[in-house]
């Protein structure tokens, strides 16, 4: 079809659901999207009969959202329309949190937006919080209804009450949408077990195992030691239904452009609640191809981007996160690739960053962070990286072998040491982690644990030694600084500002026991996060670290991700060394990785711009040089600015 023809399409089907001509908005937006819409669908649905008929419920889905739409959260589309550089701004840091565990409920959360305030952060990431069963719920990533919020955390109201109440104070909502699985008890499961053929084709549902047996020959597993095999066996249906994660979340079946318009809806109503950033959870799986691992399939980039387009018309003012724990070559082109560079995520989590800052922490030196993130591709202009140590999740060493072979480094020893180092196995670790998922077949495993557990505060606090919890509060903040300036919008999990290490108690209940993610999910008791008021405390010392890192970010417009970055060689392997610079402003990010004085030559400031005296603004003082050495002490942060 040429341009003409999609003008044609396009007025019969304006005319088909009866758009009024005078609804300039949603027509123009429409119009500059109508053509990659169309391509899009036709692309993973054009192989049907009834395509044009789902493509019309497309387009009429598209248009009942927009009418929808809150008028306040229209006007909000509108400015981010004209600034959609918003999202890059050096003022944006998230924080993601359980409601439950942090608050109660969404009621007692909104008295909470001072203690945000006072710490900085404004893009609030609210853990699933939808309907789900009171066991197997994977932490809520298992929804039984996208319509209700599970009821001992509110009501929709109060997402849409704390919404408005965050835009008061210039924050955002970030919200989760589940879009690769359903919970088996949700209506679509369950009408599917009770035989209708309607909802069975909204998911994988097979009579035999001879399909799912030539899935199995390709198919990882997620979660090989609680949820072994890709398909569960349903008794009430006396069929196998395709349960990638845990068995009762049941895979939801793209092919069927009826789940994908289904979701759709789900992502225009969370949307009109207010949410400003949605995150879609697990979208690499979201296409299965036998003989393949099914993830990062072209056909789920296709998804991510019809997502996107249809958003662009109906919401514009929400950006989208992809959730793509996957190699780190993937990772990027979920923000689109080649011509439809930007039309994909406007956010993905910056998955090889986390390991590489915890790489740095273990190995003390900069080689392997340098190398892997040489080969990483650019970002778009308007789309921006997630940058975290941690997150609900646990830790997995997602390199790419090739660049640590480059460096004549081992993989699966390196990948070994790893863990034996952070779970505390290593001879003289400081950090306290657990191993999830280890699996025997493949030797895989990956890390749980706080972040405070994990740089060495728990120990540190359990031997009382001093100068071991002067360290880990160092290294703590070291990580922190790092991801705060490193580009990208940070993330702190809650409790990670007043050093919550982790919580073991979680181990002996039932239904997290066999899950040691939850060990990294504290409950926060507020009198101990009382204890930042008190000098002296490590709440109050890793608080005010926290803070004047926020402050400072904020303040430091090469740390927006429009600023570019460019790594320095100081000559020392214990150093790493970045430059911001955003028109003639720079800032130099120097850390020690090490536990052992490292030390660079002054005349590096000169050479990178920084002449005359050169202040650390994280410290708030100058930095003097003995003779020609600066010297830096272990676990060391600087954020040089020219005086
Ligand atoms: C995502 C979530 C994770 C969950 C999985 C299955 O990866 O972050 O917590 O277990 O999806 O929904």
């Known amino acids: 079809m040429d341009a003409k023809d999609d003008q044609r399409l396009l007025a019969s089907l304006l005319d088909t659901i009866h758009v009024k001509r005078g609804n300039a908005e949603f027509c123009s937006r429409l119009g500059v999207r109508f053509s990659a819409l169309q391509k899009l669908f036709f692309l993973l649905y054009g192989q049907r009969n009834d395509t044009l008929y789902w493509y019309t419920e497309l387009i009429r889905l598209l248009h009942k959202s927009y009418l929808q739409r809150p008028t306040e959260l229209r006007n909000i589309d509108r400015r981010r329309e004209r600034h959609p550089e918003w999202l890059l701004s050096e003022h944006l840091v998230s924080y993601m949190l359980y409601v439950d565990r942090f608050a109660g409920d969404l009621v007692k959360l909104q008295s909470k937006i001072p203690y945000f305030k006072e710490l900085g952060v404004n893009l609030i990431h609210l853990m699933p919080l939808l309907r789900c069963p009171q ?41 989760d949408l589940v879009v690769n699985h359903t919970s088996d008890q949700h209506e679509w499961a369950r009408r599917a077990r009770e035989g209708e053929k309607e909802y069975q084709d909204m998911y994988f549902i097979y009579d035999d195992r001879t399909i799912p047996e030539c899935f199995e020959e390709s198919l990882p597993e997620v ?46 109503f969370l949307a009109n609640q207010g949410a400003d950033v949605l995150r879609l959870d697990a979208v690499p799986y979201l296409w299965k191809r036998l003989g393949t691992h099914s993830q990062n399939q072209q056909e789920a980039h296709w998804i991510c981007q019809l997502f996107h387009a249809c958003t662009r018309v109906v919401c514009p003012g929400v950006s989208l996160v992809a959730e793509a724990v996957v190699e780190p070559k993937e990772v990027v082109r979920y923000f689109g690739e080649g011509e439809n560079k930007g039309a994909e995520c406007d956010m993905t989590y910056h998955v090889l960053l986390m390991v590489l800052l915890w790489d740095a922490l273990a190995t003390g030196e900069n080689a392997v962070f340098l190398r892997c993130l040489q080969s990483l591709p650019d970002v778009p202009s308007h789309a921006t990286w997630l940058t975290y140590l941690r997150c609900h999740d646990d830790i997995g060493l997602g ?27 290593y001879p003289g670790s400081f950090a306290s982690g657990k191993i999830f998922m280890e699996n025997p077949r493949t030797g895989d495993a990956r890390i749980s644990g706080t972040a405070a557990s994990l740089t060495g505060l728990e120990k540190a606090l359990t031997t009382g030694v001093t100068e071991d919890v002067d360290r880990a509060i160092q290294r703590l903040l070291l990580l922190y600084g790092l991801a ?27 239904a997290e026991k066999a899950d040691n993610r939850w060990i990294h999910r504290p409950r926060i008791r507020w009198d101990t996060v ?38 320095i060689d100081t000559g020392d392997s214990r150093i790493l060394c970045f ?50 050495t600066l010297i830096i002490p272990p676990y060391a942060l600087y954020w040089i600015t020219r005086s």
Not at 232 to 253: E, I, R
Not at 407 to 412: E, M, Q
């Open 135 to 175: 066991r197997d719920n994977d932490g809520g990533y298992a929804v039984s209804n996208y319509r209700e919020v599970e009821p001992r955390l509110g009501t929709m109201q109060d997402i849409r009450s704390l919404a408005s109440m965050l835009r008061r104070e210039k924050m955002f909502l970030q919200l």
């Open 223 to 268: 979660f090989p030691l609680t949820a072994p095999g890709n398909f569960t066996y349903v008794p009430q249906m006396g069929k196998w239904a395709m349960t990638v994660f845990h068995n009762y979340q049941w895979d939801l079946n793209y092919t069927n452009p009826r789940v994908f318009l289904e979701m759709l809806k789900n992502l225009f």
């Open 399 to 425: 390199y790419d072998d090739e660049d640590l072979r480059s460096l004549g480094i081992d993989p699966s020893l390196h990948r070994r040491y790893m863990v034996d180092f952070y779970s505390g196995r």
């Open 484 to 510: 705060m300036s490193f580009g990208g919008v940070p993330i702190i999990y809650a409790g990670d500002e007043v050093g919550y290490c982790n919580d073991y108690a979680s181990l002996d209940e039932e």
């Open 530 to 567: 009382e204890r930042r008021k008190v000098a002296g405390t490590v709440e109050e010392r890793i608080f005010r670290g926290m803070r004047r890192m926020i402050r400072v970010r904020k303040e430091t417009g090469e740390f927006s991700f429009r600023a570019r970055r460019r790594f």
């Open 579 to 628: 430059l911001r610079s955003l028109e003639r402003r720079h800032t130099m990010v120097l850390a020690n990785l090490s536990d052992t004085f490292g030390k660079v030559d002054p005349l590096l400031f000169h050479w990178t711009g920084l002449t005359g005296k050169v202040v650390d603004r994280l410290g708030g003082r100058e930095l003097l040089p003995v003779g020609n």
